[in-house]
């Protein structure tokens, strides 16, 4: 039985959305995070890194969310989650953008945004103004960029998905948890299309299962 380990608020929700679509039978071993928000020490007994998702599969042991993705497809599958010959471009770009790309933004955002409220009360004014206007001149700029080039290719996109098929592909497993930590964090920054997507995913039954089975995650309520 292919086993998933599922760390609270992490990248293993993507994976779990698929297993529900693509409905492999699977167990779950849940893991939450610490007080300090890492993952639990009980991770490096399965990944050097001591990080989630991680899969275990007969003899495979499998880290990396877009790997673990790309696995679960041409595995378990049967044609399913496929792109079509005009959408493999797309596809491609979006599966390997997700984290090569667009979530080096969003992480320098989060440390810019949490060094301020975490340093100590009388350095703070000096920490808000310098990483203030770190986040103004470098991420921000950034991040409006990114953000505007997935707005536009949503909205021309020939379906709901990245890859513009009847169905969702890696690039959508790997787009969903960049983009609706914005839209939870900052729905202000998402434009009309990001929201539609994260907002008719959220509404799919497979996507339902997934988080009543992986729990508490704070950027879909159920």
Same mark, same amino acid.
Do not use: C
């Given at each position: 039985?292919?086993?998933?380990?599922?760390?609270?608020?992490?990248?293993?929700?993507?994976?779990?959305?698929? /297993?529900?679509?693509?409905?492999?039978?699977?167990? #779950?071993? /849940?893991? &939450?995070?610490?007080?300090?928000?890492?993952? %639990?020490?009980? /991770?490096?007994?399965?990944?050097?890194?001591? *990080? !989630?998702?991680?899969?275990?599969?007969?003899?495979?042991?499998?880290?990396?969310? $877009? !790997?673990?993705?790309?696995?679960?497809?041409?595995?378990?599958?049967?044609?399913?989650? @496929? %792109?079509?010959?005009? $959408?493999?471009?797309?596809?491609?770009?979006?599966?390997?953008?997700?984290?090569?790309?667009?979530?080096? @933004?969003?992480?320098?955002?989060?440390?810019?945004?949490?060094? %301020?409220?975490?340093?100590?009360?009388?350095?703070?004014?000096?920490?808000?103004?310098?990483?203030?206007?770190?986040?103004?001149?470098?991420?921000? %700029?950034?991040?409006?960029?990114?953000?505007?080039?997935?707005?536009?290719?949503? &909205? *021309?996109?020939?379906?709901?998905?990245?890859?513009?098929?009847?169905?969702?592909?890696?690039?959508?497993?790997?787009?969903?948890?960049?983009?609706?930590? #914005?839209?939870? @964090?900052?729905?202000?920054?998402? $434009?009309?299309?990001?929201?539609?997507?994260?907002?008719? #995913?959220?509404?799919?039954?497979?996507?339902?299962? !997934? /988080?009543?089975? $992986?729990?508490?995650?704070?950027?879909? *309520?159920?």
């Amino acid at each position: 039985m292919l086993t998933l380990h599922h760390l609270n608020n992490s990248r293993s929700q993507r994976v779990l959305w698929l /297993l529900e679509e693509l409905q492999i039978p699977y167990d #779950i071993k /849940l893991y &939450e995070r610490t007080p300090e928000q890492r993952a %639990p020490p009980e /991770l490096l007994a399965l990944s050097p890194l001591g *990080k !989630a998702p991680v899969i275990t599969d007969g003899e495979v042991t499998l880290g990396e969310s $877009g !790997a673990i993705i790309e696995y679960l497809i041409a595995k378990y599958g049967n044609g399913k989650a @496929v %792109p079509s010959e005009s $959408g493999y471009i797309d596809n491609l770009y979006f599966s390997h953008y997700a984290e090569g790309s667009f979530m080096p @933004v969003l992480i320098q955002k989060y440390i810019f945004d949490a060094v %301020p409220k975490k340093s100590p009360f009388f350095i703070r004014p000096i920490a808000n103004m310098i990483f203030g206007q770190l986040d103004k001149l470098l991420v921000i %700029p950034e991040m409006t960029k990114h953000l505007a080039m997935i707005e536009a290719h949503l &909205e *021309k996109s020939q379906s709901a998905w990245f890859a513009g098929g009847p169905e969702p592909t890696s690039a959508d497993y790997q787009m969903i948890f960049p983009l609706e930590a #914005i839209v939870h @964090v900052a729905p202000s920054s998402a $434009g009309p299309q990001i929201k539609k997507y994260v907002q008719a #995913i959220h509404e799919r039954e497979a996507y339902k299962k !997934a /988080l009543e089975k $992986g729990g508490k995650y704070e950027y879909a *309520k159920y």
